[in-house]
């Protein structure tokens, strides 16, 4: 959980979270909290919320060739919180399970896509919600 702090994952660094069938990984869960993956880093959560709690505002930054964020579980931009993820210049975004941006009435959940290359994937047979209670942008 990073909740009124950071956490980086830059130049070529690596961050393995949770294990195979535990440990959610909760970014501004009740107030303020920031990512950052660049310049070649890796990160791989198990279940991720940007912004879970109502009081929650969590953002995140994917930026730079061969910067990669694998989710291995459900992901969720905006639970009951606001959540902005960022990917930009050629970073790679893959969701093993489906995402939803804004979940529940009242929270905000943004993502956005910018630059070449850069590509967000899901595994077969997942899917994308944007807007399912809450205010939703892709």
């Keep these: 959980t ?37 310049g070649g880093g890796t990160l791989s ?18 930026a730079g060739s061969g910067s990669t964020w694998t989710t291995r579980a459900g992901f969720v931009v905006g639970f009951d919180g606001k959540g902005a993820l960022v990917v930009s210049n050629g970073a790679l975004l893959t969701n093993q399970s489906s995402a939803t941006l804004a979940f529940s009435r009242g929270s905000e959940g943004s993502v956005t896509l910018t630059g070449s ?16 209670r809450g205010e939703g942008t892709l």
Excluded: H, K, M
């Design 2 to 38: 990073v909740n009124g702090g950071s956490l980086q994952v830059l130049n070529g660094g690596s961050l393995t979270q949770g294990s195979s069938s535990a440990g959610d990984f909760l970014l501004g869960e009740s107030g303020p909290g920031l990512l950052r993956v660049d």
């Design 45 to 62: 959560t198990r279940f991720t919320v940007i912004g879970s709690l109502a009081s929650g505002a969590g953002n995140a930054v994917l």
């Design 117 to 132: 290359g850069t590509t967000w994937s899901f595994a077969p047979s997942q899917f994308l919600t944007v807007g399912l």
